[in-house]
């Protein structure tokens, strides 16, 4: 069964904006990751952020996490079109790992 | 190994055949798991082990399907009397520790269609 839901569900933007999409999940966390997908094969981890930490950045990605409300946010600054691709947050509990449906990026040129 | 690996990358297989699918994870990685991706649609648990053992295996969709891990190492994953609704990728993860800490790496898939 899946754990996170996305939203939105497709975000569609012109390459430089940024792009924000939103996770939310019910259970109890160790820590939220959120992963890259092209062309429906392997994923690629982006970054990973512990329960007891509220922000997190790595290049042009920020997330932040709030437990309380159990969402997470993806924020991806200044968008390419390399940046095109399904994103999914995967919530972690001691080794079950849960995927929400992912969001599908598309960064327009 | 340098990633986790995954074959087939590509099944074609008739409704009723078995089919295997293999990963092998990361070395030294001590979790490795298993999620079936229908097309365009987001990834649904099948089961996990830590070591050799499976403690999770309500994921798997019906008695049809089945897993097994030898030597902390090496996965099975079979799936018996295919029907066209196994139709998808099936993904193997793996990482390095418990607690779930840890990033965990995906393989590139094994993409199995059902005909």
């Known amino acids: 069964s899946q754990q996170g839901e996305e939203d939105p569900q497709a975000l569609s933007i012109q390459e430089g904006e940024n792009a924000t999409m939103n996770c939310s999940y019910k259970?109890?966390?160790?820590?939220l990751q959120w992963y890259r997908q092209n062309s429906g094969r392997g994923l690629v981890h982006l970054i990973l952020i512990r329960s007891n930490e509220r922000e997190k950045h790595s290049g042009r990605l920020r997330v932040t996490l709030d437990t309380s409300k159990k969402s997470s946010s993806l924020l991806i600054t200044a968008s390419r079109a390399a940046d095109t691709a399904s994103y999914f947050c995967a919530t972690v509990y001691n080794n079950d790992m849960r995927f929400g449906a992912g969001t599908r990026l598309t960064v327009k040129p | 190994g340098a990633g986790v690996s995954q074959s087939p990358s590509n099944k074609v297989t008739e409704k009723g055949k078995d089919v295997e699918l293999r990963c092998d994870p990361i070395s030294g990685h001590t979790a490795l798991y298993w999620y079936r991706q229908s097309l365009g649609q987001g990834l649904e648990f099948l089961i996990y082990f830590q070591g050799n053992s499976a403690p999770d295996k309500s994921g798997l969709p019906s008695d049809r399907f089945s897993a097994e891990r030898t030597g902390g190492s090496v996965s099975t994953l079979t799936i018996q009397r295919t029907q066209q609704e196994d139709s998808a990728v099936y993904l193997c993860?793996?990482?390095?520790?418990?607690?779930?800490?840890?990033?965990?790496?995906f393989g590139e898939g094994s993409w199995l269609t059902v005909v």
């Open positions: 993860a793996s990482s390095r520790e418990t607690g779930g800490g840890n990033t965990i790496y």
């Open positions: 259970t109890s966390i160790n820590n």
